[in-house]
């Protein structure tokens, strides 16, 4: 009975985080840096202390910290990335080259990201209900990890086949884009 919640972690996140905003920065990451296996460690570290947040003090974070501020916190780091990624598209840039801060902005960009996000809210849920949270989070980091390295291949894909100013420009919009519609509560 107990490891039937860990194949529910897995099948509930990997199918929450299907198209979720998340993996839209997991694939814009890996195209825009065509480095898909540091772009899948930042964001699976990132998911990871996220979802011990979720599974450890999410109960206590969700009643302390209000929902708004959290998305009001996402949806600015997503404007702020997607303007310097704008800022920067113009550059002539080796492919792949990565700056000494680029690991962290990928890990930050994903784990603010996922801050109040529908999977860990379902994290919180499923540890709460279950009697084996440590099954819970490591389901949900396999969920994750699924999803996150589907989205590290597509987005390398993309870049073999598109030039890089203009990954980063669509990069750009659609960062800003997604901050927009988290300020504004449209997408959570």
């Known amino acids: 009975m107990s490891f039937e919640v860990f194949f529910y972690a897995i099948a509930a996140i990997f199918l929450a985080e299907l198209g979720d905003k998340t993996m839209l920065a997991t694939i814009c990451l890996s195209a825009q840096y065509r480095r898909p296996m540091l772009v899948l460690l930042a964001a699976m570290l990132a998911l990871t202390a996220s979802t011990v947040i979720a599974v450890i003090i999410g109960m206590f974070l969700a009643s302390t ?3 708004d501020l959290i998305m009001y916190i996402a949806g600015a780091l997503f404007i702020i990335m997607g303007l310097y990624t704008l800022a920067t598209s113009g550059r002539n840039e080796a ?3 990565v700056s000494s801060g680029t690991f962290w902005s990928m890990f930050s960009l994903v784990f603010i990201a996922e801050l109040g996000d529908k999977t860990q809210i379902a ?3 499923l540890s709460a209900q279950s009697t084996t949270p440590l099954l ?3 389901g949900a980091i396999f969920g994750f990890f699924f999803v996150t390295l589907l989205g590290a291949i597509i987005g390398d894909r993309i870049a073999e086949r598109a030039p890089i100013a203009w990954i980063k420009r669509v990069t750009g919009i659609f960062f800003i884009l997604i901050g927009i519609l988290s300020i ?5």
Request: net charge negative.
């Open 95 to 97: 492919v792949g080259e």
């Open 136 to 138: 819970v989070f490591i």
């Open 123 to 125: 994290a919180i849920a």
């Open 65 to 67: 910290l209000p929902l």
């Open 184 to 188: 504004f509560g449209i997408i959570s």
